[in-house]
């Protein structure tokens, strides 16, 4: 079955940076989008990075441009999202998620999704 594995989160002070990592497994990767989602509590989930099958799109919440950037190795099944001058406002648990389409995905309705990793920024 698919299987998302995230990790790399942590808690950081404003500034600093963090790099996620998820690998996936049980689907062929490769022709997959992929995604970065984050809930915070009391919110919504929301999409925060998106990279096409073979990465030649992303898509990035208007927050996070600039700061982040979303990227993928197929050959390892996993895909990064690096998160620099981190703000309080980016902690969050942070999703990844997959779907065949590139539409749900930026709309944020991807079918399988990862168990989360928690980014806590302090100020």
């Known amino acids: 079955q698919v299987q998302l594995v995230e990790s790399g989160g942590g808690l950081v002070q404003a500034g600093g940076s963090l790099r996620l990592s998820c690998v996936g497994s049980?689907?062929?990767?490769?022709?997959?989008?992929m995604g970065w989602y984050r809930q915070a509590p009391g919110k919504q989930r929301e999409l925060v990075a998106a990279?096409?099958?073979?990465?030649?799109?992303?898509r990035y919440t208007d927050s996070v441009k600039g700061r982040f950037t979303i990227s993928r190795d197929n050959a390892k099944s996993t895909v990064y999202l690096q998160m620099n001058s981190l703000k309080p406002e980016d902690s969050a648990v942070y999703y990844c998620?997959?779907?065949?389409?590139?539409?749900?995905?930026?709309?944020?309705?991807?079918?399988?999704w990862g168990q989360g990793t928690q980014v806590t920024v302090s100020s």
């Open positions: 998620a997959t779907d065949r389409m590139w539409a749900d995905v930026i709309e944020a309705r991807p079918t399988n």
């Open positions: 049980g689907f062929e990767f490769r022709i997959n989008a």
């Open positions: 990279i096409s099958n073979y990465g030649s799109s992303t």
